[in-house]
């Protein structure tokens, strides 16, 4: 969008100021003629229709989580290392929360950061859909489980929609452990353009360099 702005206000300039009409419109045809802005289909205003996974057995889908690959809208380049994960569910008011750790990829301190969510399902005939349970979040945010297998692997997504903005869209691919064959990588992929998603974004989270920062580690313990 910003590079579309920029070529508008060259064509103006240049129809503005006749002395330099002729070449800056030739310039400008020219160099979009071979440089076409990319269409992202991901930055969207509202988030797709997503189908959530059936027969889902939330139960089994708590437990501890790496980070294999995520994707983020508002993000062009890995930003992430030794992301992890746990859920749990509540047994008094059936809250979802996902306590998280992770570092930035370029940090030399490898300093461990802590954050999580709670969500509850909105229908219990479909629990592989949640929303998000804190009110500070303005507008609607939706996570799905879009597949797991429980024990290996699990793939989730978020949509968020705020008024006056584009949507916000996030994947996350899980593995119980630190790494995960490529057929698998490659299998949960493909289940993404369809939402949306452009996997040239999809990133890799290092989980292989975290040895230093396991022992300063006791957000799940």
Known sequence: MRNQIKCLI???????FGDFRAPLV??????????????????QEYCPQ???????????MMGTWYVIEYYASS???PEYACMKCNFSISTENAYITMNFT???????EMDLLYGNITWIVPN???????????????????????????REWALIMHCAEKPKSN????AYMLSRTPTVGVNVINFLREKLPRYDIDIE???PIDQENCKKIVKNETYFQ
């Open 75 to 77: 993000e062009e380049a």
């Open 26 to 43: 030739v310039a400008f045809f020219d160099y979009n003629k071979f440089h076409p802005v990319p269409f992202r289909p991901d930055l």
């Open 102 to 108: 992770y570092s930035f990829k370029d940090d030399p």
């Open 10 to 16: 060259v064509l103006t300039l240049a129809l503005w």
């Open 201 to 203: 974004f999809m990133f």
């Open 50 to 60: 997503v189908k959530a996974m059936r027969n889902f057995n939330i139960n089994d």
């Open 167 to 170: 949507r916000y869209l996030s």
């Open 124 to 150: 219990v005939e479909i629990p592989a859909h949640w929303i998000h349970a804190e009110y500070i979040y303005e507008g609607v945010y939706n996570t799905y489980v879009i597949d797991t297998d429980y």
